[in-house]
């Protein structure tokens, strides 16, 4: 099997990957990456022959390596860091709205308090005025016998 030619890399050494479920799949025995320039495929079978790896081997390794820099598991399920931000922006959204509604909350409090007050003072000058007048109307005197 040749690994390289100018126009990609081929990677025969994997026969099995995870898929983004963490399952494993069978995958083709080769696989050709396009479009690859001379200077990386020479700098990856240098770096494999240092490793003592096998191009194959080496590159799958290089392709994990990054695809876990690029992907992590939030709540079981793999996210990318483009979604990881957005996640980090939704929440830091919802922290800001939570720090909106405990204010909220607290002046609505404090409102209650207030109207509670106002309602407790008209009542007891209600009160106060019936009790009044009950007071100023005279007595009849049949009401004593």
């Known amino acids: 099997m040749t690994d390289t030619n100018l126009r990609g890399l081929r990677v025969g050494d994997a026969s099995t ?3 983004i479920q963490g399952r494993e799949v069978v995958e083709p025995k080769d696989w050709r990456l396009k479009a690859i320039d001379p200077a990386t495929i020479k700098n990856a079978r240098r770096a494999a022959r240092m490793s003592g790896l096998r191009i194959g081997a080496w590159v799958a390794r290089a392709i994990n390596q990054a695809a876990s820099s690029e992907l992590s598991v939030e709540g079981g399920i793999p996210i990318s860091n483009c979604e990881r931000q957005s996640v980090q ?3 830091d959204q919802l922290t ?6 405990d204010r909220d909350s607290h002046q609505t409090e404090q409102r209650i308090r207030e109207v509670q007050d106002a309602i407790k003072t008209i009542t007891f000058s209600m009160l106060r005025s019936f009790e009044d007048r009950k007071n100023s109307i005279p007595q009849s005197p049949l009401a004593s016998t």
């Open 96 to 101: 800001l709205l939570e720090a909106k509604v």
């Open 89 to 91: 922006e939704l929440r």
């Open 17 to 19: 990957a995870l898929d």
